[in-house]
T-cell receptor, first 114, second 115 residues
Framework: DAGVTQSPTHLIKTRGQQVTLRCSPKSGHDTVSWYQQALGQGPQFIFQYYEEEERQRGNFPDRFSGHQFPNYSSELNVNALLLGDSALYLC?????????????FGQGTRLTVV | KQEVTQIPAALSVPEGENLVLNCSFTDSAIYNLQWFRQDPGKGLTSLLLIQSSQREQTSGRLNASLDKSSGRSTLYIAASQPGDSATYLCAGINAGGTSYGKLTFGQGTILTVHP
């Protein structure tokens, strides 16, 4: 089992550009959530996808959007990049209809906006 | 507003010490608690999940407890080793309706174990 995989691992973009990050969930998992982690902070919830729909969303602007595919993989898109979007972006997968909802994380994508 | 607080923010101990990391949360909608380890620049590794029906979980030298009534969880690390040096994060898992499965993280405790 490869676990949760994210690509790319590092990315450098210019202000105003758009970026797409990708995530493949752990085998058997149906739910993907995205988190943003600024340096020295705990991860902040961006949104959660289940059955190809955005199920819940954190306090992030509409510049942040996502998608989930039939194979449960997911993309995070960020438009009109700002310097403040520089962070580690983490993908987590889980099985929604379980009592535990234990989350497993990928290694993250380090986004630097210059 | 849901908040998770971790104390201390940083901890430096000599090898071999037993130590306790603390996590508190204010939202009653948090029903499970998950502890993670994060190495610098890396993703999160799940250490322990404590469900609301449990009071504690153990894995090797790690033991985590959960007291929902007081909104507290502790992670106990026995016989610490230099390889335990990392940031430890706790996360409350939400049980409320459409927020089900959302994790709310603390700021983390940076642990340094020196030989």
């Amino acid at each position: 089992d490869a676990g949760v995989t994210q690509s790319p691992t590092h990315l450098i973009k210019t202000r105003g550009q758009q970026v797409t990050l990708r995530c493949s969930p752990k085998s058997g998992h149906d739910t993907v959530s995205w988190y943003q982690q600024a340096l020295g902070q705990g991860p902040q919830f961006i949104f959660q996808y289940y059955e190809e729909e955005e199920r819940q969303r954190g306090n992030f602007p509409d510049r942040f959007s996502g998608h989930q595919f039939p194979n449960y993989s997911s993309e995070l898109n960020v438009n009109a990049l700002l310097l403040g979007d520089s962070a580690l972006y983490l993908c987590a997968s889980s099985v929604l209809r379980t009592s535990g909802a234990e989350a497993f994380f990928g290694q993250g994508t380090r986004l630097t906006v210059v | 507003k849901q908040e998770v607080t971790q104390i201390p923010a940083a901890l430096s101990v000599p090898e071999g010490e037993n130590l306790v990391l603390n996590c508190s949360f204010t939202d009653s909608a948090i029903y499970n608690l998950q502890w993670f380890r994060q190495d610098p620049g890396k993703g999160l590794t799940s250490l322990l999940l404590i469900q609301s029906s449990q009071r504690e979980q153990t894995s090797g030298r790690l033991n985590a407890s959960l007291d929902k009534s007081s909104g507290r969880s502790t992670l106990y690390i026995a016989a610490s080793q230099p390889g335990d040096s990392a940031t430890y994060l706790c996360a409350g898992i939400n049980a409320g309706g459409t927020s089900y499965g959302k994790l709310t993280f603390g700021q983390g405790t940076i642990l340094t174990v020196h030989p």
